[in-house]
């Protein structure tokens, strides 16, 4: 379905109300689904399942072995790098897209052959797509019309829509009368209206300043969460991935490089790639010198280096603000001096361009809060004592 196909709205049947009065059950702790047989440990059915779904543009793999499930009431991102796949997996989903292998699952029915027009789901475009001749009442009333609905209960559902995504009062307003913010409400609004059993929404802040796409991303995420409807959202900006998803789904090449919960790929990323795409990172060149011991030229660094060989080369991992600064023993492990090249003034704190004492001379990047840096006294800074605790260190050996 696309709203530029409008005789192409999915046939639902009957409205039902659109705020249940409470949401479904969620998932404690989800993590990444590989393949086939290293499912969820869940009592919850998934409502929407992808089995190793591939899709090849001639002679060009755009998907390979997708496999994930998403569950029901669940805000599920796709987030990777341009080109990664993400768009090509949603309009598979949405039945836009035929995959070349594979089956979709939409609520316990294969859906992988239907044409958008069949499917349940509503979804909304980067570009808002409104109809520019019709108001916004009658942008969101188009599916409902489609479904000869009596007009007396269309305008009652139009006007709770408005009223949910915050535009009261707004609905006698064509699209070039109001903001891309209020734009994307009304796209968001009728992709509700017939209350789909799934929403997708394909980098839907993308078009809109810094601002207005703090908030609205706030506002999406709560409306989903009070509707309780499953959600699949592709965005390449990790940190709405961050701030709205329940899991996000990091894709690299066609390929699925994690799934899990925004704090677990944050914190236990599985890999450089999604250590670098989510937030932050600083790499160091190192060897494993013996277990659970790193050599970072003649540095010595305890870090889990689980079962990575002694004498693999590795990159030593870890998040500019998972360094001490301050209250370091003399005898603590990774306690390192450093050297301050540069120093930068974020508002809410700074960043330290470091390089490592030692002979490896590695640079190596800190931030800290604002009152951390008055104690130090940041600005006079030349050189001073860190710690990588061994907890906050992640080892990816080298290809
Ligand atoms: P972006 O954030 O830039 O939109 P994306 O992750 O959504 O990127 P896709 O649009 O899914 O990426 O495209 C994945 C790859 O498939 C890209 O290399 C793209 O050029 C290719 N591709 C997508 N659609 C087609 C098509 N119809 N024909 C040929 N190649 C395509």
Redesign the pocket.
Known sequence: MTFSEPSAVPNLGETTPLVPPIAPAREVEVDGHPGPGLGHRTLTEPYLRIENVH?I??S?V??KDIYLNVYPGEFVC?L????????????IISGL?QQTQGRVIQGGKDVSKLPPSMRDFGIVFQSYALFPNLTATQNIAYGLENQKLPKGQIATRVKELLDLVGLEGMGHKYPSQLSGGQQQRVALARALALSPGLLLL??PLSALDAQVRVRLRAEIAELQRRLGITTVM?T?DQAEALAMADRIVV?DK?YIAQVGTPSSIYQHPSSPFVANFIGVMNFLDGVVEAADTVRCGNILLHAPSNEVPVGQAVSIAIRPEDMRVADIATDAPNRVEADVVSREFLGAGYRLDLTLSGNARQPITLEISANRARNLNVEALEALSIQLPPEMIRVFPKE
């Open positions: 899709k543009f001639g060009f755009a998907l796709l990777g790098p341009s080109g990664c796949g993400k768009t090509t997996l949603l309009r897209e394909d980098e592709v390449h894709m066609g």
